[in-house]
């Protein structure tokens, strides 16, 4: 098992340096030894990465600008979720800036040249950005929940104090749990070998797909499960689209992570080939992972009305002419009766 570990590196000739990604959690590529420069593989994939950065620092972007353009106020619940939703962009534009650039240059250069403290601590990060998306995601599904089926104790949790304090622990959870990758991380030269695993990357692996993945996914599904069947009192198309909507947003988060997972627990614990099929695999994986952070916007915001409304009334006060106020309507209306009442009468 050493030598396939070993060889799960990207191999880039004699005199080159190389981050030992061995416990990576976004490293997929570095699973096939045959992607160079130039190879158009290696062009494909410069694209879609390119693509998937694009669009998901535009709109992540977009949803960062519509609610810090909001003014303060409001119903708690709403400044609650808005709270949440912001923290989920802050995480998913912060892991396609520590991700994605960086894994593009494993086909577009023929070394690591951010040298060792990147080597460790863009990895790390790229893992915290991560898990804190993913306990965000289940943040908000636990926040449906309780505002749904504990509608009469929600007043008192749906708080901006406490979306706050929840967000705090989210950032201190993940940064503790993805300290390890840090440590795991080796910077090597030219074909010095990776070291053997060792059981403490093994159990951080397992930690991952547990805490990152598998739980997560139980405790999404159980809350928005609840959730759908808490609202059957509704009209039929009102339940009936609130449950397609829970139904996208586990899909989308089961099928994204689903893939990586499958390679990661392959390579550490099993056989993994190292081949054009292996490669394609890993880098649909990968994409995979790095599209869930343009699609979360999408599900977690444009969705929902509320974020409708404020889109609407952020864009149209920055971008378009000014509304009138109902103040100046009422007084224009006011003065024009005034007006023609004393014409009338003349």
């Not at 699609?295 to 974020?307: M, Q, V």
């Amino acid at each position: 098992m050493g030598e396939q570990e070993d060889n799960f590196v990207l191999s880039l000739g004699a005199n080159t340096s190389k981050c030992n990604i061995e416990t990576n959690q976004t490293g997929a590529t570095t699973c096939w030894s045959g992607a160079t420069r130039g190879d158009p593989e290696g062009v494909i994939v410069l694209v879609l990465f390119g693509l998937i950065f694009l669009l998901g620092m535009v709109g992540n972007t977009l949803v960062l600008v519509v609610l810090g353009c909001l003014r303060p106020g409001g119903h708690p619940s709403c400044c609650a979720t808005n709270i949440f939703i912001l923290n989920l962009s802050i995480a998913e534009f912060s892991f396609l800036l520590f991700c994605v650039p960086f894994q593009a240059t494993i086909y577009s250069l023929p070394e690591w040249i951010f040298g060792a403290f990147f080597c460790k601590w863009v990895h790390c990060l790229t893992m915290a950005t991560m898990l804190v998306s993913i306990f965000t995601l289940v943040a908000m599904s636990v926040d449906r929940y309780i505002a749904v089926v504990h509608a009469k104790c929600s007043p008192c949790i749906h708080s901006k104090r406490n979306a706050a304090l929840g967000v705090a622990v989210i950032w201190l959870l993940s940064l503790l749990i993805a300290i390890p990758a840090a440590q795991h991380q080796v910077l090597m030269s030219g074909h010095q070998q990776a070291p053997n695993g060792s059981f403490s990357k093994q159990m951080h692996k397992i930690t991952i797909l547990l805490v990152g993945y598998l739980l997560p996914l139980v405790l999404i599904t159980c809350c928005y499960a609840k959730v759908v069947k808490n609202i059957s009192k509704k009209s039929e198309r009102s339940k009936e689209k609130t449950a397609q909507t829970m139904c996208l947003v586990i899909a989308v988060f089961l099928l994204s992570w689903l893939p990586h997972h499958i390679i990661t627990m392959w390579a550490k614990f099993g056989q993994f080939p190292l081949n054009n099929i292996s490669f394609t695999f890993c880098i649909i994986s990968q994409c995979l992972a790095y599209g869930k952070s343009c699609i979360n916007p999408i599900i977690y915001a444009f969705l929902l009305e509320n974020f409708h409304k404020a889109c609407r009334q952020v864009f149209t006060r920055k971008f378009l002419l000014q509304p009138v106020p109902t103040e100046k309507l009422v007084r224009i209306r006011v003065e024009n009766f005034s007006t023609t009442h004393l014409t009338a009468n003349v």
